[in-house]
C-alpha cells in the first residue's frame, strides 16, 4: 500500500558554473525560470510544467540539500510510513514560509529525499 500519491519528482543539480549552467537549460533545452531564490533556481517546461530541474549554488555552503524533490498528495502520511518504518530523516517536517510542508529523508541509497506537498492556497 502507498502512503500517497506521487506528483512529480525533480532532480537537484549542483552547479559550479551556475549562470552557464541556468543559460544551458533555458538557451539550449527550452526550459523557463519559474522561481529564483538566489541560491537555487527552478526550471521548468513551458509545455509540460512538472518537467523541472533544480540548480543549486555549489558554493552555497547553507547547509546540506537535497538530491531529489519528491511532490506527493499526502505529505503527512508519507511522513508518517517514513517514521514507522525507521528511515532515516534529517529534517523533521515542516511548514515552509514559502508554502510547502516538507520533511528530508534518506534513502538506501544515501541520497538525500525532500519530500514536500503544497500547503492549501499555496501553488
Known sequence: MTPGVVRRVVPHLHAESFEKSREFWVGVLGFEVVMDVGRMVTLASPSNPTAQVHLIRS???SGFWPDLTVEVGDVDAVHAA????GENIVYDLTDESWG???FFVIDPTGAVLNVMSHRPGHH
Open 59 to 61: 558554493s552555497d555552503d
Open 82 to 85: 517514513a517514521v514507522d518504518r
Open 100 to 102: 510547502v510542508r516538507r
